[in-house]
């Protein structure tokens, strides 16, 4: 895919792949405390609630547990090797909005799809709770669907656990993984 896009005049770059436990538990954790900044969070985390603190990440990062990173199935895509460009806005012009729009014509072909595309709302009937749009987020469809199958089956023993905040998402962690665009489906 990279080397079609090359072609086509765009770069792409994998500024995330495969992630384990732990380092998923790092991201989390340093948002959960404060020490990463967290959208919608202006102040000390101490100004809210744990259930507030965790319906905040959960917009844009998942518990770890329960990453479609874990799978190695996903990728956060960009028009640039710098990390600040995981910004929607920023794939709303230049560079940005040439390869979204690229990615939306053509990732199907090469076996991917943007599994949280629009509002967590619009996506299902049965969830509404869910990550918010990451239009940078990608997966390869034809793994990821095993998996998220083999999750929706054992999911009773598969609950996210052993990091801040934990007991908050019990009984929501399914909407999180299970929420996704249609076209990310069977």
């Not at 384990?20 to 991201?27: A, S, T, V």
């Not at 895509?77 to 230049?94: A, D, H, M, R, V």
Request: glycine fraction near 6%; include cysteine; proline fraction near 3%.
């Amino acid at each position: 895919m990279a080397d079609k896009a090359k072609k086509d005049g765009l770069n792409i770059y994998i500024l995330s792949a495969f992630r384990d436990f732990e380092y998923q538990k790092n991201i989390w954790e340093a948002k959960f405390s404060g020490k990463r900044k967290v959208k919608g969070l202006e102040f000390n985390n101490k100004d809210y609630t744990d259930k507030q603190i965790v319906l905040k990440i959960l917009e844009y990062s998942s518990m770890p547990g329960a990453s479609r990173h874990h799978w190695g199935t996903d990728f956060d895509i960009s028009f640039s090797n710098k990390n600040y460009s995981l910004n929607n806005q920023l794939y709303e012009s230049g560079e940005g909005k040439k390869l979204y729009l690229w990615l939306s014509k053509n990732a199907i072909k090469f076996g991917f799809c943007q599994p949280y595309k629009d509002s967590p709302e619009s996506r299902s009937k049965e969830y509404n709770l869910g990550y918010f749009e990451e239009k940078w987020h990608w997966s390869y469809k034809p793994i990821a669907v095993k998996y998220q199958n083999l999750f929706k089956k054992n999911m009773a023993f598969l609950k996210p656990k052993d990091f801040s905040g934990d007991l908050e998402v019990k009984d929501i962690y399914p909407q999180y993984i299970l929420n996704i665009h249609n076209d990310c489906l069977n």
